[in-house]
């Protein structure tokens, strides 16, 4: 039994090595309306909020094995009110009127590593540009906002996002890592200057193999700097 007041919404950040990426669904049809949203849904009585995240996002997008974190809750009492949203509330859910508070999760995966694919109410699952995103139903714009937020803040205080490289990597990589996520552009040398003088990567004796250009140097990330 499903609870109709309380929902959870997956902010799915994805990785391609030069851009990132947003996980959207294009819910089913009503009419000729087309809707996209992020993968969320209702909580079961019965389970606890990650645990409905996790089912949430297996349900709509056949995607397993992420690590979720909370990055807000969503409560507005006119989140769910807007006319636009109402023939897809009135065709999918039993009390449309009713108000839903969302609690919003984020991950931020290597695209490479997961392949999603649609269920349940999602016609289609795809990935779309984060900076190009379409207009999206209910908040989701607002829930996605504040999740880019937390996302930046983690990858500047290197948090998160060394899980995106490879093992080994350039500076060049890894600057583009934190240009996708940060949506700025950085000067090279000074980038490069920052990543070693503040001890982000250690430096290796190997160069890239393989390549038809001058081979970089290999970095791997300071364990020991991640953990400050």
């Not at 919003?104 to 649609?118: C, R, T």
Request: glycine share 4%; hydrophobic share 40%; with cysteine.
């Amino acid at each position: 039994m499903i609870n109709p007041n309380i929902s959870v919404d997956c902010v799915v950040f994805g990785f391609d090595g030069q851009n990132l990426n947003l996980l959207l669904i294009e819910q089913k049809d009503v009419g000729q309306m087309r809707r996209f949203a992020l993968p969320g849904d209702h909580v079961d009585e019965d389970e606890n909020l990650d645990e409905a995240a996790t089912r949430v996002l297996k349900e709509l997008t056949n995607l397993s094995g992420l690590y979720l974190t909370q990055s807000g809750a969503f409560g507005d009492i006119n989140r769910v009110k807007n006319i636009k949203d109402l023939p897809w509330l009135k065709s999918n859910r039993q009390n449309p009127e009713a108000r839903v508070i969302t609690i919003a999760y984020y991950a931020l995966v290597k695209m490479e590593d997961f392949n999603p694919s649609a269920s349940s109410f999602a016609n289609r699952v795809f990935w779309q540009g984060v900076y190009d995103i379409p207009e999206l139903a209910f908040d989701h714009s607002k829930i996605v906002i504040k999740a880019l937020d937390r996302l930046r803040q983690e990858v500047s205080e290197l948090r998160v996002g060394h899980e995106l490289l490879s093992e080994k990597f350039t500076l060049t990589q890894m600057q583009s890592l934190f240009e996708s996520i940060l949506n700025s552009s950085f000067d090279k040398r000074n980038f490069r200057k920052k990543a070693l003088n503040d001890s982000w990567v250690i430096p290796l004796d190997e160069k890239q193999t393989g390549v038809f250009h001058k081979p970089a140097r290999l970095y791997s990330w300071n364990k020991d700097r991640q953990s400050i």
